[in-house]
């Protein structure tokens, strides 16, 4: 459905916002159809509908005190090819101050995503380590990412595929120039 922002009358629109709400006119007053045609707009529907079916999915469902943060934290110890992750490579990878970072791995420990050790190289120095919970995560995410892709990518080539990560690299190394 998509209301009018003046009149919140409802209109039917299923092609590219299926059982999603969107206004007719954005804040610039431009129409659904001129909305429709930029890319940004396109890629906040689709990032919304794609964070609608993991927030969906069995996984979210079964952890649910897991935070996309805690997640993403969990991925990357467990991506992070064996080598020990400390506190200040969070700080570097996430961006976020180290009190930050702090907090966060104080909660992620009281819920038991993570233990700290002590390094073998400096014992000031404590090593993420996962828990055995959050590798079942790591596990139950993993295939949950498969469904999405596969998901995401259904009816497409391979060359298109391949053209489409394409576009998304050019989209990204254009947005990411100073200007």
Do not use: W
């Amino acid at each position: 459905m998509i209301y009018s922002i003046d009149t919140r009358q409802k209109y039917e629109y299923n092609s590219i916002v299926n059982c999603t709400t969107v206004d007719k006119f954005d804040l610039r007053g431009d129409s659904l159809a001129e909305q429709n045609k930029r890319i940004g707009g396109r890629l906040r529907v689709l990032g919304n509908l794609v964070r609608r079916h993991i927030d969906n999915s069995c996984t979210k469902k079964k952890i649910d005190e897991l935070t996309g943060t805690n997640g993403r934290i969990i991925g990357y110890i467990a991506r992070n090819g064996g080598r020990p992750v400390y506190q200040r490579d969070l700080e570097r990878e996430f961006g976020i101050t180290r009190s930050t970072a702090s907090k966060v791995v104080i909660l992620m420990e009281k819920k038991g995503f993570i233990e700290r050790g002590s390094a073998e190289h400096d014992a000031r120095l404590k090593q993420l380590i996962l828990t055995e919970r959050s590798r079942e995560i790591v596990s139950m995410m993993d295939a949950d990412a498969e469904r999405t892709e596969k998901k995401l990518t259904e009816g497409f080539s391979d060359t298109e595929l391949e053209t489409l990560r394409g576009y998304f690299d050019r989209m990204i190394e254009n947005m990411s120039k100073e200007k």
